[in-house]
């Protein structure tokens, strides 16, 4: 036990390093990398990511790891949670073929650029085979890695947020189905029309202004983090101290950036905010890629499009934007913010209809695992239902069924987490309510109190619990969705 | 000798992954982490750095070297070149005792911040202590590594520039106090005044334009490496296609930024131009800090301040800072960029009186080695021969002998490449001029004539063969320090 612990702590700080590492390869390439250089570097981060594998799959590291799990009861919470995650991580991988995984990545490799030329040719045809290979690795791997406990899709769904299964699942997007459907459709019955001074020219440097005012408001700690550009918005983080997020600037559509940032911001403070105790762990960062998704959701919908918010901020808004929106009154800033419209691209989609995206895909990949339904007719089925949910049609394959590069990564079970984010920032909500006026507690210039709450509630933890528990911790009840149904229907009724 | 190779090989690709990832994490470092991430991810460098350690240790590595080394007649040229230098390292690693290794690691990394307080308090005393053994474990260095032909402060001057003894520098630096001492300081006896117009304010993002204007005249592929801000400018790639440079804007100091930017693009053309198929081995890169600069030191000055270059590049500099520069003639602009003067900072001298601040700093560490010098007697000493060599006297120790960070690394040796690069580069121009009229070439628009001479004679045998032998390759003669000073006085002479 004791020879156990120290090679697992050993191991770990190895395993700590390739992980900042990697980390910090990532930002490079996401930011600043030359275009060639990219191609040149990605054998050097072939060579990194098989060193990682190695002490991952390590059969010492694995023994101690199996030691430590059989004493698990003599460890600490945080300690025993981890080791808990790594004693099934190594279990699954062993339980893959090596081969099929080998074949399975070149598969997914290869299908990238397919997929890209696909959707950019909007011909499903082309990308149809390397989907159909994926789709028989995934129903596969269910099988391969089934328990007691879960079978089928809920092996893959396990995999990116632990503890959700098809039942919680089912319960969600069946409440989504019926009370949520009928009422996007009347409230999004009239197409939404952009104002003419949203369509002005907002200066990017302006606007970059703008965010970092926003980052103070929010207290992102500018000692243990940065804002840089990028083509697409994320937020990166390496323990508690190196926390980065990225921004896009349109300067024909303002708004982007403003959300982007709030969005991002909050994704930056759940990592900011962590027990620092648990850096060199791997039980820091996020718990799970829902739980993380209701941090940022949290910020972007319920603080950052609420009238509390902006009736502190709008002066700066306006005085960064002195010509733009010197006839722009609150409610009319307000009004555009918390439009609601129907849409077919997903990540586009405003606060009210996206839930019903990711429900579409749920009930599609949920189909398609257990075998009811096959890659071939996925385009119309797709189409079929996008038009009963939201009463249009796809133009075309690339603005649907194509539309989202996961399948191709072979990434069955991601998408339903981003539609649990923000039921579950809408439950945390409703609980921080009964703590304090939310919205009052804005009026105070920062997001401080509102911190502090979920610092206390969630973000303390970091990974050291499951997600489910944590929200039982903070919330003293089970994921309930209808919260955030409640939230919804009782907010676009009144926009 | 088949498994010899296969395992260099094998352990090459991990040793220059891990090179590469130590360029990312610099890189980011110097340029993107925030303050506190910076403290918070030593630990994890610290890591990374003893895996690198441990992969150039492994005495499965060092036999496999070994063996190859005993075999390399075999060899072809660029691996028998890697093989010979990789079994030199192996050896004088293992003749260095491990305790007093470690124990010397610690000593410069304490004596780091001490030697920063000591500089920024103007008090020799504090750091004295910890020069007097880093002076000490340098002095028994030189017997642990001594070999047939390297002894004393040889053995250290040959790890930076392999091949350069005190017979060379000796020779060159002799010159250089006889020949150059008088005539600078006949040149520098009337202080040199900074005109009007250059005490302007030169916004930095016209700089910025101006320096991306340059680096397309140098043909830098903007492809394989980018651009940044950093608190000191530096150039850092890793091989041919990812080569990266730095530069900072002073507004109340335009030239500044100008000659940062040659002067490192002159560094990222040697990165560009190797031979690709070096790419992935240990041979790429420069062959050595001399050469190096002699290369950023050839664009920058013999280049970047000569009348050719200007007499095309001046009304694109006037049309960035037309109101600046409105009444400013290229003579006068000319005259600016090359003027001569008495200063303490090495840094910050002239192209003129340059070489000489590396002359006493050779000096000095050739007596301490030798311990016909002590410590403590160094400020005195430094001041006296400064005197001697400029005719001023330094207003204080941290303008004097505490103004480089070097001796704090326990860097003795490394300071005459500084010179030597200036040198060398003299040397090259000297011979580029018999192939074509350098000035006149310049007139093109661009460096591509120059560019690819120096490709063909230096830059595309990366590391692959010493320095020293690259020379002799590109100019048929041996160093030769008589083309720099010859230069020097012959254009100064007429400025």
Redesign the interface.
Known sequence: MKHALDFYLKQR??I???N??GF??S??ME???????I???S??VA??SE?SYRLLTDPEFENAVSVLYENRSSLDEVLKHEIEDAYKRVRDTKKIPQDEYTAYSELTSKAYPVYVKAKTENNFELFRPYLEKIVEFCRKQTKWLETDELKGYDVLLDQYEPHYTQAKYDAFFNALRKRLVPFVKEVTAKPAAVPDWAKQNFPADKQREFCEYLRDVMLF??????M?QSEHPFTSG???????ITNHYYENKFDSSIFSCIHETGHALYEQQCDKSL??TLSGGGASLGLHESQSRFYENIVGRCRAFWSVHFTKLKSIFEEQLKDVTLDEFLAYINTAERSFIRTEADELTYPLHVMLRYEIEQKIIKGELEVKDLPAYWNDKFKEYFGITPLNDAVGVLQDVHWAYGNFGYFPTYALGSAIASQLYHYMNKDFDVEQSLKEGTTAKINEWLKERVHKYGSSKYPDEILRLATGEDFNPDYYIDYLINKYAKV
């Open positions: 700080r190895k700590v390093a390739l900042y590492v910090v390869i930002w490079d930011t600043d990398a030359a275009e060639q250089s191609t040149a570097d054998e050097q060579v990194v060193m700690d500018k000692t243990r983090g940065i840089k390496f323990g508690t101290d190196d926390v980065r850096n060199g």
